[in-house]
């Protein structure tokens, strides 16, 4: 099955940098890449997503990087204010034949960002 | 939209106790997701859902899981008997299986004693 592999675990920055977390997954077949953020006693939310056929997507101070040859993806934080602070997940998964089901995320093990005033 | 809904938010159960966690996804979603969150394993899939049909249940951990969605607004996951390793945080999520998007509840944290 896929294997997802995020790196690094903890990460801490000041106010005003920028923060990049990484995956790298195993199935080249997963064509959908969802980030998600998690803040304390809350579920994981969406932030933004790429799909395989897309190379790089930006929302904002957000943007994603897909490198289908060598199987990695990465999220760029530019300009972290504190509220960014939380727990960040990667995630891979496989749309059916027809598109029509993406089925289960495999989740890599998560990023613990601190942004510093 | 209320997003999805998971009840309860907190429970405390005594080793060997059914426990039944409860979701009701977003209207007009078609798939359904159960993940359990442990700091040893992270975010795992247990079991999922199509159009109220479970697919692919080859993450529930043993027999006394077991999850049921008896229409499209409403799905349980039960555990019997439930043992202290199961103490976890429980997260149900819903999505349009035409579109990848996942949405997730606030979760059930699970302590059993």
């Known amino acids: 099955g896929e294997n997802v592999e995020q790196h690094p675990s903890t990460l801490s920055v000041q106010e005003g940098d920028s923060a990049v977390i990484k995956c790298t997954y195993s199935?080249?077949?997963?064509?959908?890449f969802p980030w998600y953020k998690q803040e304390l006693g809350k579920g994981p939310q969406l932030i933004i997503d790429i799909r395989s056929n897309v190379g790089e997507k930006k929302d904002q101070r957000i943007a994603v990087t897909l490198n289908k040859t060598a199987k990695h993806f990465s999220l760029h934080i530019t300009e972290t204010q504190p509220e960014d602070s939380a727990v960040y997940f990667c995630?891979?998964?496989?749309?059916?034949?027809?598109?029509?089901?993406?089925?289960?995320?495999?989740f890599g093990q998560g990023t613990i960002l601190t942004v510093h005033p | 939209d209320a997003g999805v809904i998971q009840s309860p938010r907190h429970e405390v159960t005594e080793m060997g106790q059914e426990v039944t966690l409860r979701c009701k996804p977003i209207?007009?979603?078609?798939?359904l997701f159960w993940y359990r969150q442990t700091m040893m394993r992270g975010l795992e899939l247990l079991i999922y859902?199509?159009?109220?049909?479970?697919?692919?249940d080859s993450g529930m951990p043993e027999d006394r899981f077991s999850a049921k969605m008896p229409n499209a607004s409403f799905s349980t996951l039960k555990i019997q008997p439930s043992e202290p390793r199961d103490s976890a945080v429980y997260f149900c999520a819903s999505s349009l299986a035409r579109r990848a998007e996942a949405f997730f509840g606030q979760g059930t944290r699970l302590t059993v004693v």
């Open positions: 859902f199509n159009n109220n049909v479970p697919i692919d």
């Open positions: 209207s007009g979603h078609n798939s």
């Open positions: 199935d080249s077949a997963s064509n959908y």
């Open positions: 995630a891979a998964s496989i749309a059916n034949a027809g598109g029509t089901s993406y089925g289960k995320l495999t």
